[in-house]
């Protein structure tokens, strides 16, 4: 009988090379005798396994049976069969679940199994970047008995494919645009890539000059990276220009006088609020058309005020100066308006001279009248100078002169000292015009006079001695007779305080008026009392405006007031009335004098 055997669950049961077979069969009487078998099956451990109990019976020619069990143990230890895919690579937004992409198994087959179907688990190992990785795909299959075949395919993820991105468009934008600003300049769109996610673009500018300082070509280069480093970029053209002229504000269209210097902006206005979007520092110019006026000086201007930008962009505003002349021509130094005299007294007609501030061409009428009818009463003289200049601007200067047919000399007092020996002049004290022909006479007091000097020491006795009751005023009158009578009083105070300071200020005796007329009385201003001490003096003249009429720094007492052409023109002397004089006395160590002087001139 055949040994018990263990035979895979794909043997053929009926092959006896392989479960083998009886041999030895023999018998006593029988020959040829053949051995039979019947199997019992018994299931196995799993679907493909089994136990079969084979019977094996041999009967003689006399049905006299031997039966023998041989034991074939039918077993599933063969693991199946396929073929893995082939190892490959990817991009890393395959899909690892897409057999087409990844590779699947083929070639499945069993020695017992059948409609066997591979499976497979994933181990992931990172990559060299955030988008990549290594993906070992272990395959398995199992049969029906559990044997199992494993094999492994290695799936490598990686990100080759750059990002993609809209770039904005070119643009052109104005220079003083903020080229930070994405609402002018446009911003990257649509940014994707096939794996990575939350990507931003960035740029980078380079600058290209303009045709102008203000003008560019801004050359941006968009870029937008991957989590591994693919990169895509693109380029946008900003093109920067200036178009933008500046602005300014115009002064106001403006009337000025002839006199008034046109070109002096401080008058006529200057450009304001200049400004520009691009360019700095920028200065207005102008430009001037004039149109003559309706008179030699009128005239309009058309001044254009132009602003130009670094890439001559300019504005132009127009302003529009009108120059006139309603000024009147004025006199050239000094008329006095009203003159109070004594009867004969009437100043000559001054020489006046005129100027205007804008014309050269004056035109002068003069007109005299008088209020006098012949009888000896005060009269008035009108004179009226009516000047106009060329353009019509017409004034009127008057000067009235009230005559006095009979009038008291305005006077001044002094105070002497009794013990002084010297002759005062009594016309020292008379002010303004009078007769030098008349009489001066002792009217209060017992003193002696010369003419019209008076020595107060003549008061004294042959002891030089005087009493308390010589220390009072005395009054001296000048009276004058002829067709204009008239009288004065002055008053002379005597007092015992005669310390005498040699060179002093009390030595000075200073001139209070002057009259013209040659008659060898009050002709010059006069300095006199300190001519042995060897001072300078320095002699300035004044009117009643306080215009400076004279000046002399070598005074010499030889103003006869006499005229300075500078303050009255061409005429010889000053118009009477009050003028006011600084004396500086030089080397003296005195403090400057000033005071009043009353000049009367014919």
């Known amino acids: 009988m055949p040994a018990d055997v263990s035979l895979e669950c794909d043997t053929d049961l009926t092959d006896m090379s392989l479960t083998g077979d ?105 990559g060299d970047c955030a988008n990549a990785s290594i993906i070992t795909r272990t395959w398995s299959l199992t049969d029906e008995c559990d044997n199992t075949i494993t094999l492994a395919q290695t799936i490598t993820l990686e990100d080759t494919t750059a990002p993609t991105f809209t770039v904005p468009v070119d643009v052109t934008l104005e220079c003083d645009a903020d080229l930070t600003d994405a609402a002018l300049t446009g911003d990257v769109t649509d940014e994707a890539d096939n794996c990575s996610t939350e990507l931003d673009a960035t740029y980078v500018d380079s600058i290209a000059e303009g045709n102008c300082p203000n003008e560019s070509i801004v050359t941006r280069v968009w870029t937008v990276i991957d989590d591994c480093e693919n990169a895509t970029a693109f380029v946008q053209t900003i093109i920067i220009q200036d ?109 006046l001279v005129f100027e205007d501030a804008c014309s050269t061409n004056i035109t002068v009428e003069f007109n005299e009248t008088s209020t006098s009818d012949g009888a000896v009463t005060d009269y008035v003289i009108v004179r009226d100078w009516f000047v106009s200049d060329e353009c019509g601007n017409e004034t009127v200067f008057t000067q009235t002169i009230n005559v006095a047919v009979a009038t008291d000399i305005p006077v001044e007092d002094e105070d002497l000292c009794i013990g002084e020996d010297f002759d005062f002049d009594l016309f020292n004290l008379l002010i303004g015009d009078y007769d030098p022909d008349g009489v001066w006479t002792v009217t209060t007091g017992n003193a002696t006079i010369d003419g019209s000097f008076f020595n107060p020491s003549s008061l004294l006795d042959t002891n030089g001695d005087y009493t308390n009751g010589q220390l009072v005023a005395y009054e001296f009158t000048y009276t004058y007779a002829g067709s204009c009578p008239g009288e004065a009083t002055v008053t002379i105070n005597l007092n015992d305080e005669c310390i005498v300071l040699p060179c002093g200020q009390d030595d000075l005796v200073i001139s209070t008026a002057v009259t013209a007329n040659f008659d060898g009385v009050n002709d010059v201003f006069a300095i006199t009392g300190t001519e042995d001490c060897g001072f300078v003096y320095e002699l300035q003249i004044f009117n009643r405006w306080g215009a400076k009429i004279y000046d002399n720094p070598n005074y010499q007492n030889d103003w006869n007031g006499a005229a300075s052409s500078a303050s009255v023109g061409n005429s010889e002397f000053v118009p009477t009335g009050t003028y006011y004089y600084i004396l500086n006395i030089r080397n003296s160590g005195l403090r400057p004098v000033t005071g009043p002087i009353y000049v009367s001139t014919k």
């Open 243 to 351: 178009t933008t002229a500046p602005t300014f504000t115009v002064p106001e269209s403006i009337t000025i006088e002839c006199t008034q210097d046109a070109t002096d902006v401080s008058i006529t206005g200057d450009v304001t609020d200049e400004g520009d979007n691009c360019s700095t520092e920028l200065e207005a110019t102008f430009t001037d058309t004039i149109t003559e006026g309706d008179c030699p000086n009128n005239s309009s201007i058309a001044r254009t005020w132009t602003l130009t930008d670094e890439c001559d962009n300019t504005t132009i505003l127009t302003q529009t100066i009108t120059i006139i002349d309603s000024t009147a021509p004025a006199l050239v130094g000094d008329l006095e308006n009203e003159i109070n005299i004594a009867c004969t007294a009437i100043p000559a007609v001054p020489d």
């Open 22 to 126: 009886v041999t030895d069969e023999a018998d006593n009487c029988s020959t040829d005798l053949e051995a039979t078998f019947t199997d019992a099956v018994t299931s196995g451990d799993c679907v493909n396994a089994s136990i079969i109990t084979r019977t094996w019976s041999l009967t003689d020619e006399c049905d006299n049976t031997t039966t023998l069990v041989q034991t074939i143990t039918v077993q599933d230890t063969t693991a199946p069969t396929f073929t893995v895919p082939a190892d490959v690579s990817l991009e890393c937004d395959a899909d690892l679940t897409d057999m087409s992409l990844t590779g699947d198994v083929t070639d499945e087959a069993d020695n017992c199994s059948t409609d066997l179907e591979a499976t497979f688990t994933d181990a992931v190992t990172s």
